[in-house]
């Protein structure tokens, strides 16, 4: 487990924090396809909280595409690093995942977030930010749509509605189980919409929620239990 400090440069303010991400915004790259579904690695990133203690834990969970066996697997744990803000979030989480997937002893590939892309009121949610900061393909896959409308898909599994803000397609709710609620994936960084929607029904071939963020979930979770229990 790596223990994370905050960098001395990290915003401390929204208005700094807004300023970030509109410099960053510019450098997603949406014009990329991805690496094909099903193919080399997947990691599935996440991080739980312990809002009395002011402490995140993030892991990192790298499977390999084809069998969704563990290959590899990273946790770090740190001080929270920004204060609740919404549309703010990833300002939190960044240092502490980035430290755990620095600490992956391999290449981590498409990096899968439980969370959101450019379904982000400023069109730049923690996928994305992560993405640009490492240069690595990115995805979001959400358990709720943010503010954002959609029609309910169909009922089999792949189908899938746009996710909209106004008439602005963010992303796309996608039916991973069969009359199960849809997921809601967004485009972080170097994936089209229609590569983020194949990765994550690859990613989900028995639960809702993609294979990456039910592991990442239940390491980072163990990861800040351990925290205190050591």
Known sequence: MTTVR?????????????AVQDEL???????????????????GVDVAYDDERDVVAAAAVVLD???LEVVAEATAVGRVSFPYVPGLLAFREIPTVLA????????????VCDGYGLAHPRRFGLASHLGVLTGLPTIGVAKN????????????????????????????????REAVKPVFVSVGHRVTLAGACAHTLAL????RLPETTRRADALCRQALRATYSA
């Not at 905050?6 to 807004?18: G, Q």
């Not at 997937?101 to 981590?108: G, I």
């Not at 989900?204 to 639960?207: A, F, K, Q, S, W």
């Open 100 to 111: 755990a997937l620095d600490a992956l002893p391999l290449a981590p590939g498409l990096v």
């Open 145 to 176: 749509p943010f503010t954002f409308a959609y029609d309910d898909p169909d009922t089999p599994r792949g189908s899938g509605s746009p996710l909209l803000a106004g008439s602005e397609e963010v992303g796309r709710a996608l039916r991973t």
């Open 6 to 18: 905050i960098p001395e440069d990290w915003p401390t303010t929204e208005e700094e924090a807004r």
């Open 65 to 67: 595409a084809s069998s």
């Open 204 to 207: 989900t071939p028995e639960y």
């Open 25 to 43: 915004r510019e450098r997603v790259i949406l014009d990329e396809p991805g690496p094909p579904p099903g193919t080399g690695r997947v990691t």
